[in-house]
T-cell receptor, first 112, second 110 residues
Framework: DQQVKQNSPSLSVQEGRISILNCDYT??????FLWYKKYPAEGPTFLIS?????DKNEDGRFTVFLNKSAKHLSLHIVPSQPGDSAVYFC???????????FGSGTKLNVKP | DTAVSQTPKYLVTQMGNDKSIKCEQN?????MYWYKQDSKKFLKIMFS???????INETVPNRFSPKSPDKAHLNLHINSLELGDSAVYFC?????????FGNGTRLTVT
């Protein structure tokens, strides 16, 4: 019972263009959403988060959009850079942060 | 000055053996976790500790026993290792909703 799903295992984008990574969830009790970036042989590193009271959060080239009615969030990277090539995980938690549920990841390849 | 460090990075062992993975965080966080990344790349929570107290045990076989001697450490001991235990195990800590991960321990059971 995957409560957080990332249906695209991979995405390839040209340098300078927009990368859009998508994530869907099923649990309406989720209150807090995060994106993590992971390079090979390293642990995931925190990228950006959004709470359910917002529908958008921006940090530099990274913007996360939340559509609560559709139980969908997306991460936009503009402009994409080759160093952004990594696996991106979406995660969600209820308000108490006791448990974080992760998607299976999307491997982004940004071509120079 | 790594924030969350876990050792060893790689662990190759035979079925039936007992092994431990150590984790330490220097962030002053109260909550620590163990996550398992399986062959399908899903990151699944195994345990969560808050101030040395177990708060989440996600139906993990009792061959897995976490131990938290203090709030900066959360070690994972695994008895009678099985082939299916082969995975990457990540330790993490959190404060206010942001997880900080170690670099993982790749466990291979032969």
């Amino acid at each position: 019972d995957q409560q957080v799903k990332q249906n695209s295992p991979s995405l390839s984008v040209q340098e300078g263009r927009i990368s859009i990574l998508n994530c869907d969830y099923t649990n309406s009790m989720f209150d807090y959403f995060l994106w993590y970036k992971k390079y090979p042989a390293e642990g995931p590193t925190f990228l950006i988060s959004i709470s359910s009271i917002k529908d958008k959060n921006e940090d530099g080239r990274f913007t996360v959009f939340l559509n609560k009615s559709a139980k969908h969030l997306s991460l936009h990277i503009v402009p994409s850079q080759p160093g952004d090539s990594a696996v991106y995980f979406c995660a969600a938690s209820e308000y108490n942060f006791n448990k974080f549920y992760f998607g299976s990841g999307t491997k982004l390849n940004v071509k120079p | 000055d790594t924030a969350v460090s876990q050792t060893p990075k790689y662990l190759v062992t035979q079925m039936g053996n007992d092994k431990s993975i150590k984790c330490e965080q220097n962030l002053g966080h109260d909550t620590m976790y163990w996550y398992k990344q399986d062959s399908k790349k899903f990151l699944k929570i195994m345990f969560s500790y808050n101030n040395k107290e177990l708060i989440i045990n996600e139906t993990v076989p009792n061959r897995f026993s976490p131990k938290s001697p203090d709030k900066a450490h959360l070690n994972l001991h695994i008895n009678s290792l099985e082939l299916g235990d082969s995975a990457v195990y990540f330790c993490a800590s959190s404060y206010s909703g942001t997880l900080h991960f170690g670099n993982g321990t790749r466990l291979t059971v032969t």
